[in-house]
Nanobody
Framework: QVQLGESGGGLVQAGGSLRLSCAAS????????MGWYRRAPGKQRELVAS???????NYADSVKGRFTISRDNAKNTVTLQMNSLSPEDTAVYYC?????????????WGQGTQVTVSS
């Protein structure tokens, strides 16, 4: 099992910045990709950004150029730096990790952290 603990959400004005952090613990040896998803009110959960253990990143079009994902493999942490926030970024943000072990891929999720951007 993998446990994910998130921190860094909160309330910010439009144009501001927030930094989300997620620490993985437990059976972390085979974690491959880690990332952040979000679920806005009335919408489905969507990928925000992901990063592989090798550092390859992927971003949703809506956050490209504003958000940056980074990872510290030694500390088993993933961070999402969010700049130029807009009210459309308001959502619950979830940390996610994919572990590949013996050919089986398993996804793990954090409990979520609220990000609210006021106009």
């Amino acid at each position: 099992q993998v446990q994910l603990g998130e921190s860094g959400g909160g309330l910010v004005q439009a144009g501001g910045s927030l930094r989300l952090s997620c620490a993985a613990s437990g059976s972390i040896r085979s974690i491959n990709a880690m990332g952040w998803y979000r679920r806005a009110p009335g919408k489905q959960r969507e990928l925000v950004a992901s990063i592989t253990s090798g550092g390859r990143t992927n971003y949703a079009d809506s956050v490209k150029g504003r958000f940056t994902i980074s990872r510290d493999n030694a500390k088993n942490t993933v961070t999402l730096q969010m700049n130029s926030l807009s009210p459309e970024d308001t959502a619950v943000y979830y940390c996610q990790a994919t572990r590949l072990r013996l050919g089986v891929s398993s996804d793990y999720w954090g409990q979520g952290t609220q990000v609210t951007v006021s106009s």
